[in-house]
């Protein structure tokens, strides 16, 4: 617990810094491309238009049920996309936060804990254009913003709070086991087709087990929050809080474990330079 105290009072403590050099990364990360940042919104783009043509064009993917209203395939796809790759890419860059940082670490001088929330900030920024622009697309196709949009505020927290405990325990192992982090790609690429973005996780009738173990999956927590803003269908923190404090228990145990790790071995982390 006190580790985890710690960690926290370092996060309040430098969250400027967090900011501005999360800031600094975003742009320096870009700077030889001639499209800049722009890319960051490309990407995700064509890598959506492939995912729709293929599960929603070519597999005639028939309107998704939520909540007891009616979805079609596309506006269901986009709501939960963007968060997905906003998950995957800071888990990502998280887990090798530090270990490519340690030369400049170990010239600095502040806590290590904020590294991989610069990694989770930098790529927050262009989270937030791809949600403005995915509001855009959800007024054109008759989806239009309502009093439930309000959610977006509590699911952008509990995103960050279970990325940083994520990132807490993969910086820290990827650090002195850098498989960690080829495995932890592999395991990611898998979790896209067992978190619901792609296919309803409530077709799954035959498989009652298999069905309720995904249903527990924190990333489909969050995925579901934001649909359930996006269509106006409900809250979903409160409708299903049961899953709500099943997520907030699985969080605090990772941020418990990542914390403990952290601050047991980052004293040790130059040693691995």
């Not at 960051?40 to 209203?69: C, H, K, M």
């Not at 409160?238 to 099943?246: D, M, P």
Request: aromatic residues 18%; hydrophobic residues 55%.
């Amino acid at each position: 617990m006190k580790s985890a105290i710690l960690v926290i009072k370092e996060q309040i403590k430098n969250f400027y810094l967090v900011r501005r050099l999360s800031l600094y990364e975003l742009k320096s990360t870009n700077k030889n491309n001639y499209l800049g940042m722009a890319w960051e919104i490309i990407n995700p783009s064509i890598q959506i238009l492939i995912y729709w043509f293929v599960f929603g064009t070519l597999r005639d993917r028939a309107p998704v049920e939520l909540a007891g209203d009616i979805v079609d395939f596309f506006p269901w796809l986009l709501a939960a996309f963007f968060l997905w790759v906003f998950c995957y890419q800071s888990i990502i860059e998280g887990s090798k936060s530090i270990y490519t940082r340690l030369r400049m670490l170990s010239k600095m001088n502040f806590p290590m804990s904020v590294i991989p929330n610069i990694a989770i900030f930098s790529k927050f920024y262009v989270h937030m254009v791809m949600l403005g622009l995915s509001i855009i697309l959800m007024q054109l196709m008759g989806y239009y913003a309502n009093i439930y949009y309000l959610q977006f505020i509590y699911v952008v927290f509990a995103t960050f709070c279970l990325l940083f405990s994520i990132s807490l325990i993969t910086s820290t192992l990827s650090t002195i086991i850098r498989d960690v982090h080829m495995l932890l790609n592999s395991v990611l690429r898998m979790l896209l087709y067992l978190s619901g973005v792609l296919w309803p996780i409530a077709i799954l009738t035959d498989f009652p087990i298999i069905k309720q173990l995904m249903l527990l999956n924190p990333l489909y927590y969050l995925i579901e929050g934001y649909r359930y803003a996006f269509f106006g269908v409900g809250w979903h923190m409160v409708e299903k809080w049961q899953y709500t404090l099943v997520f907030w228990g699985i969080v605090l145990v990772l941020f418990l474990i990542g914390s403990a790790l952290h601050v047991k071995f980052r004293r040790h982390f130059i040693d691995y330079l």
